[in-house]
């Protein structure tokens, strides 16, 4: 046999034993090691995962930090992009730089691989092999007999890699990636081909992201890896035990042991005492009670929930409807439809519905009235409104909180509860990213600063006949004001 042929026999065999091409010929940098550059010995772990990522298409890594993986991503690249000709791989990272980061690291990785590609520029006499070159955020390796391929990396952006047609794609700290559910949109249809296209994303943990959401979902398709700080052999209890003592109780979101650990960060979420023990009820209050609707509305998103309040001052969430694309005329048919046969005492809805546009002079809360629904200004101070939500929730000394949703009734609202952060920058307010988190708290922060007078026990009240310019003054009212004309007024016979 020549060197042609040896070499070919080598690459069908790494073909089908990635492990054994990634051990036999891939390099990393170790900056705990004498040499720079090291032979990629892998751990037992990293053995595994590597294992279960040729095995899978869809592969999400919740892991420790700094174990090597990705390294391990990068070198699976190289094994798809060295053995195969024609194939894409890409990359999206954070930003721009940590893009240029998986290129270097992957040009190192063929770099140190002369056995089997040469780069341009320094190709040995008599080579007739495939050669690579690394550019600024792209590597292609050109084979003497076959098209190229071609390693492609991306920051984070909401098109990013939507034109291409890819083999691989490597997600790197995809829980802190910026727009991570449109680039998951847009980037899962360039490799969902029946028989091939394969995902890796790898992260450690960020409570609320799309990766959350993804690696906790048991039905979504996704192979999960956990791989836990003790995956580096090096790492030992005394270590740990270290690290703990100057890391405090942030050891457990960047050095997790299990799954649990990771998936429950201290500090990280806003509503730490949000749970079905304290905030689900199985069963609605029983004898007077005065009914609610919140809402939070843009295009984006309409969230429309059903709230009732009991005598003793306690609150149920009893149905919800969330969807996007909604118009003004579309989102008060929905709560006019979903509200027949109950008497609703307020819509309550954020102070922006009531600016004028400038195109009709005219503002969306007047909009929906003309469709129908006459809603409530509620009071938006972002402050305020989320010290009043912390109120509501938490828990009393019966265990149950002031504000309960009812079991099964509104899925979203208690998810966006459980998963929102607090502002890393304003402790005092929740995160407004990912945004998607955002509509159905908002909502709920609208009803839980708006003043609620319980209803009278064993007393009905009596309406009251409105004229037109009292619904207007009602309307262009604030808050305080309205609850004051209610008092001097009484409760109209309709809203």
Not at 32 to 58: G, V
Not at 423 to 433: E, F, G, I, M, Q
Request: glycine letters at 6%.
């Amino acid at each position: 046999m020549n060197i042609e042929e040896i070499r070919e026999s080598e690459i069908e065999y790494c073909r089908s034993n990635p492990v054994y091409f990634v051990e036999t010929y891939c390099h990393i940098e170790d900056k705990d090691a004498d040499e720079l550059i090291q032979p990629f010995t892998l751990w037992p772990m990293q053995k595994q995962a590597l294992m279960d990522i040729h095995t899978h298409r869809l592969n999400a890594i919740l892991k420790a930090r700094q174990l090597g993986f990705s390294w391990l991503a990068m070198s699976y690249a190289a094994y798809l992009l060295r053995c195969w000709t024609g194939r894409t791989a890409i990359g999206i990272s954070r930003t721009e730089d940590e893009g240029k980061e998986l290129v270097r690291r992957l040009g190192v990785i063929f770099r140190h691989m002369p056995e089997l590609v040469a780069e341009k520029g320094s190709v040995p006499d008599g080579w007739s092999g495939p050669v690579f070159e690394a550019q600024t955020l792209k590597v292609i390796i050109s084979f003497p007999n076959g098209p190229d391929s071609t390693f492609m990396a991306f920051p984070s952006s909401p098109n990013a890699a939507r034109s291409f047609t890819a083999d691989l794609i490597i997600f790197d700290e995809w829980a802190f990636q910026q727009y991570a559910a449109e680039i998951w949109t847009s980037a899962f249809p360039v490799i969902n081909r029946p028989f091939g296209g394969k995902v890796i994303g790898l992260s450690t943990i960020d409570r609320g992201s799309l990766f959350e959401e993804i690696f906790t979902d048991p039905d979504n398709g996704f192979f999960k890896i956990f791989i836990p700080w003790y995956a580096d052999p090096k790492r030992d209890q005394e270590w740990y035990e270290n690290t703990k003592r100057t890391m405090g109780a942030l050891i457990t979101q960047e050095y997790p042991a299990t799954i649990e650990e990771a998936l429950t960060v201290p500090g990280g979420s806003y509503f730490p005492e949000w749970s079905k023990e304290h905030h689900e009820v199985q069963d609605l209050p029983t004898g007077p009670v005065s009914r609610y609707v919140f809402i939070d509305y843009g295009l984006d998103m309409f969230s429309a929930h059903w709230i009732m309040v009991d005598t003793e001052g306690n609150a149920t969430v009893y149905r919800e409807y969330d969807s996007p694309n909604k118009t003004i005329g579309e989102a008060a048919d929905i709560m006019i439809s979903m509200s027949e046969g109950e008497k609703i005492e307020l819509f309550l809805a954020p102070p922006d519905l009531w600016n004028r546009s400038q195109e009709s002079g005219k503002s969306r809360a007047l909009l929906f009235s003309e469709a129908g629904v006459d809603l409530t200004k509620s009071n938006n101070d972002f402050e305020d409104g989320c010290a009043a939500m912390k109120e509501w929730t938490r828990p009393r000394a019966d265990g149950k909180a002031r504000l309960r949703v009812l079991e099964g009734c509104a899925p979203n609202l208690f998810r966006c509860m459980s998963k929102i952060q607090r502002d890393k920058r304003r402790p005092n307010v929740y995160a407004k990213d990912p945004h998607d988190l955002t509509h159905d708290p908002d909502g709920l922060r609208y009803f839980c600063i708006y003043w609620v007078n319980p209803p009278e026990a064993g007393r009905t009240r009596k309406k009251k006949k409105w004229t037109e310019d009292m619904y207007e003054d009602y309307r262009n009212a604030n808050a305080a004001d309205r609850k004051l004309l209610l008092e001097m007024w009484g409760e109209p016979e309709r809203w």
